[in-house]
């Protein structure tokens, strides 16, 4: 999934034919990269897994048997023993003491395989939580960046709509100073004038908060020098996905990291089940330990070499043990309730993202169904109100009809062309969703 929906963002990218640039103005392609390189929930979760990852370690060290050494060095007065002539003495000792020590769980009923699983999965578990992370990521940039697109095209629509007031003002000026036309008229389209000025206004502040929300997804700092690369979207007859909602999920449930990620859990709090059985029996390890030890007394005439006294008083020892719990004050029992808790939580989690992942697809399903019947009523709107406002221009233009009834159709055309736009940008969003849901290359063409 990690590179599917890299090869979404590249796929975006490359349909605008433009190569990314780190200064901007930014492509799709860029603009994910650099969301997902700077988004700080995704460093978490990946420094998260460094923490699994030594979790793992651990859990996996506690099969091999421990070593450790040590040294100590001391003075002792009064009376105690010599450790030279083993009697009782009034009198400095300095000793040196050295030992070696090792430990080993010979069994465990395999409480340390089950944890070293349990980590295992938890790792997988992770990795799958982070893919979903750059998933989720991934789609809120690159509907960030479409709603971009929209909001230019909505101005220069509304652009397109004071300019045509414009120029009917400046003809209907002329016309009332010739005294051809009363000068209510003007009045109507100086205040329409107006109008779509403050329009103009309201879509490149829309634009520019756009922009500032994409940036803020990137992570960069917002400046007026902010910008994207332009892309070409067009709609075909065969954009929308032929899958039911239902067949959307059979796929989508196989592939997508969330369910992974929950079913991993399960396995996770399995094994957690099976660790805190394995504490109702007994246990047995073994030790072995070697010491050795200097003193600075004499024996006899001589004093001991450092080298002779380390090789004379060697000793090892070698130990095995039985644990056998009898009573534990209820812990290992409020354990194992626990663990088979965290198993049905898990199950009620994966339940849960199932049931999540379904309504999304759904919802994403009927959105998408939406959009498109709203595209293609919208552009039936815009060719007949696009006729209507070019008659109404030409009647205005001879005088046949006042200036009321020619704004009514400006506006109803223009409002027309920006639900269409609306619609259509939406329409894309969604059938890719759908086409994300299912792991199909993602194509604008």
């Known amino acids: 999934m990690k590179k599917l929906l890299l090869g979404f963002a590249l796929m975006f990218g490359a349909s605008f034919g433009v190569n990314a640039q780190n200064s901007g103005p930014y492509d799709l392609e860029t603009a994910v990269t650099i969301a997902l390189e700077n988004n700080l929930n995704l460093k978490r979760s990946e420094l998260n897994q460094l923490n699994n990852e030594a979790n793992l370690l651990s859990t996996k060290g506690n099969r091999y048997p421990s070593l450790s050494t040590g040294a100590s060095s001391g003075f002792r007065w009064g009376r105690s023993i010599n450790p030279v002539t083993n009697l009782f003495e009034t009198q400095r000792i300095g000793n040196i003491n050295l030992s070696l020590n090792s430990n080993m769980t010979i069994f465990a009923a395999g409480r340390i395989n089950n944890a070293i699983n349990q980590n295992k999965a938890d790792l997988e578990a992770g990795q799958f939580n982070i893919e979903a992370t750059r ?8 509907n960030l960046f479409i709603n971009v697109v929209f909001n230019r095209e ?3 629509i509304a652009e397109n709509q004071l300019e045509t007031t414009e120029d009917q003002l400046a003809r209907t000026t002329t016309l009332v100073e010739a005294g051809q036309l009363p000068v209510s008229d003007q009045l109507d389209l100086q205040a329409q004038n107006a109008t779509n000025q403050l329009e103009v206004i309201n879509a490149k502040n829309a634009l520019r908060i756009a922009k500032l929300n994409l940036a803020q997804a990137m992570q960069i700092p917002f400046t007026e020098e902010f910008d994207i690369v332009d892309p070409q979207l067009e709609i075909d007859q065969n954009l929308m996905a ?9 796929t989508a449930v196989e592939i997508m990291p969330e369910i992974a990620a929950a079913e991993k ?7 957690g089940v099976k660790s805190a059985k394995g504490a109702f ?9 070697i010491f050795s ?3 600075d007394r004499v024996f006899g005439l001589d004093r001991p070499s450092f080298g002779d006294q380390i090789e004379n008083n060697l000793s090892q020892s070698l130990n095995l043990s039985l644990n056998v719990p009898i009573f534990t004050q209820f812990n290992n029992k409020a354990s194992l309730q626990r663990a088979r808790v965290s198993r049905q939580l898990a199950e009620v989690a994966e339940l849960e993202a199932k049931n999540q992942l379904r309504q999304d697809i759904e919802t994403a399903y009927n959105q998408a169904l939406a959009a498109r019947l709203s595209y293609e009523a919208s552009q039936t709107r815009v060719e007949s109100l696009g006729e209507s406002f070019r008659i109404a221009q030409q009647r205005f233009d001879l005088g046949a009809i006042n200036s009321v009834d020619f704004q009514v159709a400006q506006t109803n055309f223009f409002n027309a062309q920006a639900d269409l736009l609306n619609a259509k940008y939406t329409y894309i969003f969604r059938v890719k969703v759908l086409d994300f849901y299912l792991g199909n290359p993602i194509n604008l063409n």
């Open 281 to 289: 029996y007994p246990s047995i390890g073994l030790g072995a330990n």
């Open 154 to 156: 909505q101005v220069k």
């Open 265 to 271: 859990a399960i396995e996770s709090a399995e094994f």
């Open 242 to 250: 032929t899958e039911t909602p239902a067949m959307i999920y059979e």
């Open 135 to 142: 998933n989720n990521i991934t789609l809120n940039t690159i």
């Open 293 to 295: 030890n200097y003193v």
